[in-house]
């Protein structure tokens, strides 16, 4: 039997489908090396190594009779632990959620298991994915597997974790404002966020409402395009989903004819290292050789994005998570009296971060503060999405650093909750907007993966996928 670890969905479907292994041989393959590194990883919350090994046996009793379902039947995929798998418990992170089973599948595992896919493990998350770092995890921070005394990023940390350190061979993370790309540049690994309705939220636990998106974080382009063409399109159970169109996996080599828009906003250096800078302008010079012409642009009001974004994100965190009280959803501690019982379940059971934006968003919501708050964040995106949509008629696609610096140090950043928030300065735009975007690494800093982002308009998926594909074939 051929070596079936580190392969990408390409790799695997190959190997696969020549005999070299099986899905089991895959499978068993990924939970040793789980069992190996996840003690130092911490990339996983939950293992579920017999219902894997059940769903390796259905896909390999498929193939045996011919039937094989497409590249993800019998390929060994990481889930984030919002994400719901019908018998499985899901945590969002949280010890709220600490003994909640899930009761239906997402519509995202749906489709998986129409395809085939093999579900190895939920992965670790910033509590209620509130954090850029997964040091917000009630059980524990997720640490890079390119050096264990740095984040992975958040709050996909434990998903991009797990790809990186080899641990499957693809997994889904959820996107608010960079919580798929963020955690994949720090990793070094692609992370796409599809434009907003491209996947269906359903079986998501919901973070803010009109700015989380699924999305697939792989080992290449190639495979974030195999991965999202399988959980994408509509579903009657999310009104918010929409047919973008198709998606090619052939992707191309040459970006001859292309206008790739760099924004002046992004590109003056505020914040940004030296070493992030070095490798993003290597990165243009890479995309001129490719026959693409830049242009420098103008994003208006997307210096307001990160305050847009930190005024709307906490809104509507306080109303979805209003459920969690103890008696609905979640934990419920013993109290005398019904207010005491809601005080003490969320006090003892939400994690710091988590009350924070909770509290944030119910006096952004209140009487006297709404119009002054909200509304007025409401107006600056739609000026926001309307300065995207008037880029994209001059340019076909924009290109930024994914984060002002490589992975940091646990602790860095913990006790200034703006300077954690600080780095999503480059990822949120595309949240606000509900544009794609996908980050794609770039080259090291370090000793550690710096990531490049394009962004496309929106529904412009397909576009963002096949530019991102030469840029990373360019750059091997």
Not at 293 to 306: M, R, W
């Amino acid at each position: 039997m051929k070596d079936p670890l580190n392969k990408t969905i390409v790799q695997a479907a190959a190997g696969l489908h020549a005999g070299d292994f099986t899905s089991v041989d895959l499978t068993k393959a990924y939970l040793q090396q789980i069992r190996g590194l996840d003690i130092s990883l911490h990339a996983y919350l939950d293992v579920l190594e017999n219902a894997a090994i059940d769903l390796a046996h259905e896909s390999d009793e498929r193939r045996a009779a011919g039937k094989s379902k497409g590249p993800l039947d019998g390929v060994p995929i990481a889930i984030k632990d919002n994400i719901l798998i019908a018998g499985h418990r899901a945590t969002a992170g949280s010890r709220i959620l600490e003994t909640y089973q899930a009761t239906y599948d997402a519509t995202v595992i749906s489709k998986l298991r129409e395809a085939g896919a093999v579900f190895i493990g939920k992965t670790n998350m910033d509590e209620f994915a509130m954090g850029s770092s997964t040091e917000r995890s009630a059980y524990g921070p997720t640490k890079n597997p390119h050096d264990v005394e740095c984040v992975p990023g958040g709050s996909s940390g434990g998903s991009a974790a797990a790809v990186a350190g080899d641990m499957c061979v693809a997994a889904l993370g959820s996107d608010t404002g960079g919580s798929i790309r963020q955690p994949a540049a720090f990793c070094g690994i692609v992370g796409f966020k599809p434009s907003y309705g491209r996947v269906s939220r359903y079986g998501l636990m919901a973070m803010a409402s009109s700015l989380d998106q699924i999305g697939p974080m792989t080992k290449t382009v190639e495979d974030a395009a195999i991965l999202f063409k399988a959980i994408m399109g509509t579903d009657p159970h999310d009104q918010t989903t929409a047919d973008g169109g198709p998606v090619s996996t052939a992707l191309p080599t040459k970006l001859d004819g292309l206008k790739i828009g760099v924004p002046s906003q992004a590109w003056r250096g505020e914040g940004m290292t030296p070493g992030v800078r070095a490798q993003t302008e290597n990165g243009l010079a890479v995309l001129k050789a490719l026959g693409a012409t830049l242009v420098e642009i103008d994003l208006p009001y997307a210096d307001e994005a990160l305050a847009v974004y930190y005024v709307l994100m906490p809104c509507e965190v306080s109303a979805n998570l209003a459920r969690f009280d103890g008696m609905r959803y979640g934990r419920r501690e013993t109290a005398a009296t019904l207010i005491e019982t809601y005080e003490k379940s969320r006090g003892m059971n939400l994690g710091e971060e988590v009350r924070r934006r909770v509290m944030l968003g119910a006096y952004a919501l209140s009487k006297g503060y709404y119009d002054a708050y909200y509304r007025q964040a409401r107006k600056v995106q739609t000026l926001i999405r309307r300065g995207y949509r008037d880029a994209f008629s001059k340019v076909d696609l924009i290109v930024t650093p994914t984060a002002p610096s490589v992975a940091f140090r646990f602790g860095e950043k913990m006790s200034d909750p703006l300077a954690m928030y600080l780095e999503d300065v480059f990822t949120v735009g595309a949240n606000v907007a509900g544009i794609p975007a996908i980050s794609v690494p770039c080259g090291m800093d370090d000793g550690m993966p710096v990531g490049f982002q394009i962004l496309g308009p929106s529904m412009g998926d397909a576009a963002v996928l096949d530019a991102a594909h030469a840029f990373e074939k360019a750059m091997t």
